[in-house]
T-cell receptor
Framework: DAKTTQPPSMDCAEGRAANLPCNHS???????VYWYRQIHSQGPQYIIH???NNETNEMASLIITEDRKSSTLILPHATLRDTAVYYC??????????????FGQGTTLQVKP | DARVTQTPRHKVTEMGQEVTMRCQPI?????VFWYRQTMMQGLELLAY????????DSGMPKDRFSAEMPDATLATLKIQPSEPRDSAVYFC??????????????FGQGTRLTVV
């Protein structure tokens, strides 16, 4: 399975963009990059996912490098409610083509006033 | 508002007792995942199902843990006998997978298990 590497923690000022990096240098061509976050005491929440192209939704943008070895999650205007642990995951197809989500240690993002 | 429902939310039990945790996936979802979260190990995948069939339970201690889907609206995770090291938050997630990668997985609020 492709592994991901994330910084353990980051700070961001409220109202500024939060850029969370992720390395996945062993990713294969058919494997997707997913981002989830977990706010204290809650279940993980889906944010966004992508294969090759950059993606944007109402929560965030995902920038994947051309070689697909790394990606960046961008929260354009971070608020205090965005303080959470952010997980970058590579979803790998299994024999049933379902694909499991293997969580690493994630990045703890602290948004400060 | 569709959501994954887990019961009970909290459970305190004595060592050696059987524990059953339940999960109601979102209606129409065909894939269910069970995770365990501890401070030391983080989020660990225990088992997952698609169309009620178990696909992978290699993350589960086989001698005491079992996971089943009696029907499409219920997934269960049992621990028998429970041990203090099983104390953790157990999460269930569901998704719709018709072809890879399928929809995102939606997580429940978890069951916080304490074994004393």
């Amino acid at each position: 399975d492709a592994k991901t590497t994330q910084p353990p923690s980051m700070d961001c000022a409220e109202g500024r963009a939060a850029n969370l990096p992720c390395n996945h240098s062993t990713i294969s061509g058919n494997e997707y990059v997913y981002w989830y976050r977990q706010i204290h005491s809650q279940g993980p929440q889906y944010i966004i996912h992508g294969l090759k192209n950059n993606e944007t939704n109402e929560m965030a943008s995902l920038i994947i490098t051309e070689d697909r070895k790394s990606s960046t999650l961008i929260l354009p205007h971070a608020t205090l409610r965005d303080t959470a642990v952010y997980y970058c995951i590579v979803r790998v197809p299994d024999s049933s083509n379902t694909g499991k989500l293997i969580f690493g240690q994630g990045t703890t993002l602290q948004v400060k006033p | 508002d569709a959501r994954v429902t887990q019961t009970p939310r909290h459970k305190v039990t004595e060592m050696g007792q059987e524990v059953t945790m339940r999960c109601q996936p979102i209606l129409g979802h065909n894939t269910v995942f069970w995770y365990r979260q501890t401070m030391m190990q983080g989020l660990e995948l225990l088992a997952y199902f698609r169309n009620r069939a178990p696909l992978d339970d290699s993350g589960m201690p086989k001698d005491r843990f079992s996971a089943e889907m009696p029907d499409a609206t219920l997934a269960t995770l049992k621990i028998q006998p429970s041990e203090p090291r099983d104390s953790a938050v157990y999460f269930c997630a569901s998704g719709l997978v018709l072809s890879f990668p399928g929809s995102e997985a939606f997580f429940g609020q978890g069951t916080r298990l304490t074994v004393v």
